[in-house]
């Protein structure tokens, strides 16, 4: 044995001191590290581990004062102290295996885990105890030297793997924190725990059991010249120290921790005053957008008091436009363009600005190019801007960015026209325009409320339409009934002059004569003279019978009722013929049917009266009537080479009697849901053609 051997077995009470120290300081300052509040799983397992070197510590002192008391005063092991060690250090294992399982299962389902983990290893140092109890029948502090054996064996080996194993986890969680100064700490740290649980538990002390008949204290003592107790007290101080460096990074955490609270709250503070500041511009947007629409509204309650003028539509318009150009920093002047409800046509109701243009611009050739765009606005039903440059962009008013394309092209906007609208139906546009040499950019704000502008002018237009149709129908309705009652009127005069001239006075002449002949029959006078005188009133009577069905037949042509619209038609055709000596033709096209008695009275009510206006006005030399009956339509056409006239200047002039006889005939076609359309042209004749649906099957005759 060496002299350095020879030294520490002498003074193996300082190296089971040391040893017991350096443990107990490392269960101290792990434990002071458990309290800290950490994210990282480590701060948790570490509690374990403190509580290892606690026990760890108190065993290795235990063990030092047997030695002090066995060279003071002969002590020798009793039963009951090396049971204290025993469970001391069988309770340090199960913490150091406690650490690495804690360690290395963070999850949920961990503590299940972990017992069942230390349950079984706590199993197996007590089964091979109890057999070694049962097969060598030790006395009692033998049997604690071989417990304390098998649980370095079974349980320190076993936990101080799991450690290392756990050591080694989270060295790469550190590095992945970007602590890899640590990582290499915790390194160092499950190096010196590898040889403390392979070394350092592998030689234990001598018993009976294998290997520790062969690897033991006395044996490390022999190979390497110092204690295995040193050995593993040098161990403790390199792990001690080593896990105080890696439980900086705790501080390291917190450091991290603070500076990212704090540029939280400097953000925070930063997005408070940036929060303010949109506020205050958001305060200022809403300012300005509440004053925008306050004018938008504005200017639209006053077009729609203009509109709701009693005026007539184009001096509405006029004012309208006039008010929408002076109220808008964009336009200098404009014009609404309507399409005509009859036929379509495009045409300028109403324009303004245009006659007196800014500058050196042409006044005719800016109302020109207006105009066009208009004409292009409405055909394509989109809204449209032209810029100095010529260039045309047609846009949708609601989408955003075609609105931009237009608003921010790189030539001014000399001229915009927006469709007006209704029921999803172009009516006309409206159309403002600048001159170039005062050309302002157009503001999105702008564009909206000239959209809004548009959009509110399409609706009270069409409403404005609908008033005066509905007066001007009105109108008619009250006309057609004076016409009706007049009309009435004048066919009981006629009628009442027919009976008192021709039917009166041949019954007044039949009176007579029958007084004549009772007087013959009264003086017996010659029965020839008496027949005679009854032979002249047969013949009043039957003048008179002729002459009142002429009158039944000219109210309501028995035809019509008994024979239909067809035999109707060719029997008051002929009678015109005959009395007015123009010529009239017939045309049956379809087989001869029989239509419901309300179809038939509306089409020959309408034949007689385009038939009567030929005789009145047309000055004709031919006329034509042409009756088409289909399965499920009607036809008739009434033509004549007359003389012609406009039918937009008769309808229009509610004043000119022969206006309403063909008013009557459209709203007898509307009825029945037809049309009736007339085409005429001074010099030209006359065209009058029906068409009505037929709601029911035709009967055969």
Not at 141 to 161: E, F, K, N, W
Not at 356 to 375: D, F, I, K, M, T
Request: charged share 15%; aromatic share 8%; glycine share 6%.
């Amino acid at each position: 044995m060496n002299p350095i051997s020879t030294f520490f077995l002498q003074n193996i009470i300082f190296v089971y001191f040391f040893y017991g120290l350096v443990f107990f300081t490392l269960g101290v300052v792990l434990f002071i590290a458990s309290r800290r509040p950490s994210e990282f799983q480590f701060a948790r397992a570490i509690r374990p581990l403190a509580i290892f070197g606690l026990l760890h510590g108190l065993h290795e002192w235990i063990s030092m004062f047997q030695k002090i008391a066995a060279l003071t005063h002969g002590y020798w092991p009793t039963v009951s102290h090396e049971m204290v060690k025993l469970i001391l250090l069988v309770s340090s294992f199960v913490m150091l295996a406690g650490f690495g399982i804690v360690l290395l299962n963070p999850g949920p389902a961990g503590p299940w885990w972990r017992s069942k983990t230390i349950i079984g290893l706590v199993g197996i140092w007590a089964t091979a105890s109890l057999a070694v109890n049962v097969l060598l029948a030790p006395g009692m502090i033998d049997l604690m030297g071989m417990a304390d054996v098998l649980s370095r064996y079974s349980l320190g080996l076993p936990a101080a793997m799991l450690g290392v194993w756990a050591l080694m986890v989270q060295q790469r969680t550190f590095r992945e924190h970007d602590m890899p100064q640590f990582g290499r700490d915790l390194v160092w740290c499950a190096a010196t725990l590898f040889l403390y649980g392979v070394v350092g538990q592998l030689f234990a002390q001598q018993t009976p059991l294998a290997p520790t008949t062969f690897l033991n204290s006395v044996v490390f003592l022999q190979w390497f010249g110092i204690p295995v107790e040193l050995f593993q007290a040098g161990l403790a101080a390199v792990f001690t120290f080593y896990i105080t460096r890696a439980l900086q990074a705790f501080e390291l955490e917190n450091q991290r921790r603070l500076e990212t609270a704090n540029r939280a709250k400097l953000a925070a503070q930063a997005a408070a005053l940036e929060a303010e500041r949109q506020a205050s511009r958001e305060m200022e947007r809403l300012n300005e957008e509440l004053r925008l629409t306050a004018r938008e509204l504005s200017l639209l309650l006053d077009l729609s008091n203009l509109l709701a003028t009693p005026m007539p539509l184009q001096e509405q318009l006029f004012a309208v436009l006039q008010k929408i150009v002076h109220s808008l920093a964009f336009s200098k002047a404009g014009m609404i363009m309507l399409t005509r409800p009859d036929t379509g046509d495009l045409h300028v109701s109403a324009s303004t600005g245009f006659s007196s243009p800014a500058g050196n611009v042409n006044g005719e050739y800016w109302y020109h190019q207006a105009r066009q765009l208009g004409e292009k606005c409405v055909e394509s039903k989109l809204a449209m801007c032209l810029h100095q440059d010529g260039q045309v962009i047609a846009f949708l008013i609601e989408e955003a960015n075609e609105l931009q394309e237009c608003r921010l092209y790189k030539s001014p906007t000399l001229i915009i026209s927006l469709p007006l609208v209704t029921q999803q139906q172009v009516i006309g546009c409206l159309v403002l325009a600048q001159p170039a040499e005062t050309a302002k950019p157009v503001s999105v704000d702008e564009f909206r409320l000239i959209a809004g502008i548009a959009q509110q002018l399409g609706l009270s237009i069409e409403n404005a339409r609908l008033y005066q149709e509905a007066q001007r129908r009105e109108k008619l309705l009250q006309e057609l009934l004076r016409q009706v009652v007049g009309a009435q009127e004048a066919e009981r005069q006629r009628i009442a002059r027919e009976l008192h001239d021709a039917t009166g006075q041949s019954l007044t002449a039949i009176a007579l004569g029958l007084k004549g002949v009772e007087a013959l029959l009264n003086r017996h006078s010659d029965p020839a003279v008496v027949a005679g005188q009854i032979r002249d009133l047969q013949q009043f009577s039957a003048n008179a019978l002729g002459e009142l069905r002429h009158i039944i037949s000219d109210l309501r042509p028995s035809q019509l009722d008994d024979l239909g619209l067809v035999a109707a038609l060719r029997w008051y055709i002929q009678n015109f013929e005959r009395r007015t000596a123009i010529p009239a033709r017939f045309i049956l096209q379809g087989e001869e049917k029989r239509l419901v008695s309300e179809y038939e009275t509306v089409l020959f009510r309408i034949a007689q009266e385009a038939l009567t206006n030929i005789a009145k006005h047309a000055e004709a030399t031919q006329v034509q009537v042409k009756l088409e009956l289909l399965p499920r339509q009607v036809h008739l056409t009434i033509e004549d080479n007359g003389k012609g006239f406009n039918p937009e200047e008769i309808l229009n002039q509610e004043e000119q009697p022969v206006g309403w006889g063909l008013v009557g005939m459209i709203e007898r076609a509307q009825l029945l849901g037809g049309i009736c359309s007339l085409t005429s042209a001074p010099g030209q004749g006359t065209c009058v053609q029906v068409s009505i649906p037929l709601m029911m099957e035709l009967t055969n005759v």
